[in-house]
Each structure stands twice: as C-alpha cells, then as structure tokens.
Nanobody, 118 residues
Framework: QVQLVESGGGLVQAGGSLRLSCAASRLPFTDSVMGWFRQAPGKEREFVASISWYLKIDYAESVKGRFTISRDNAKDSVYLEMNNLSPGDTAVYYC????????????WGQGTQVTVSS
C-alpha cells in the first residue's frame, strides 16, 4: 500500500528554519499532486502548500514568502523549507498526495511535530 513518511520536524526558536521531508512509496509519484497540511492544537487541519508534477505551486497566504515547497521525482520525495518561523506555525505537519485529476487528497502521512518557541 501507499506510504508517506515525513521527517524533519522538531523544536526551533522563533525566526529559525526547518526543512521537512516526505518520502513516498508505492505511489504513482509523477502523476501525483503532493501537499503539506498542518494542524495546530484545538484547530482544524489547514492547507499549507502543494506542488504538481509539472511544478504548479500553491501556498496558503499565511506562509507565502516564508515557506518553499519542492519535489524530487527521482527520489519520490517532497520537501517543505520553512523560514522565519513563528509560534503560530506550531503544529503537526502532514504530507499528503492526490491524483492529478482528483480534488481530494487520498493518502496521508503520520505527521511530524513542529514546535516554535518564542
């Protein structure tokens, strides 16, 4: 079955940076739109960024200019470079995948915790 495994979360001070990685297996990666979502305590899960196989990229307004999503099709991996982090970015970050012709993300990783201290 499809697996998405995130890594790279941790504790960082405000203003710092982290790079999240997501490795996919048994997924038609080059036909998939890859996304990052996050869920803060007591809040609903929210969209962060997405990237298609032909590199169409979308960001949530709250992360534009600070976060960069990228993918490496040769490694079936997607990344999220996060800069100038603030405590408001504290959340569990999830990697997700959907088919390029689909609107719903079908596959999800287990999540990685990002904590930003003030």
């Amino acid at each position: 079955q499809v697996q998405l495994v995130e890594s790279g979360g941790g504790l960082v001070q405000a203003g710092g940076s982290l790079r999240l990685s997501c490795a996919a297996s048994r997924l038609p990666f080059t036909d998939s739109v890859m996304g990052w979502f996050r869920q803060a305590p007591g809040k609903e899960r929210e969209f962060v960024a997405s990237i298609s196989w032909y590199l169409k990229i979308d960001y949530a307004e709250s992360v534009k200019g600070r976060f960069t999503i990228s993918r490496d099709n040769a490694k079936d991996s997607v990344y999220l470079e996060m800069n100038n982090l603030s405590p408001g970015d504290t959340a569990v970050y999830y990697c997700a995948a959907r088919g390029s012709g689909r609107s719903r993300y079908k596959y999800w990783g287990q999540g990685t915790q990002v904590t930003v201290s003030s």
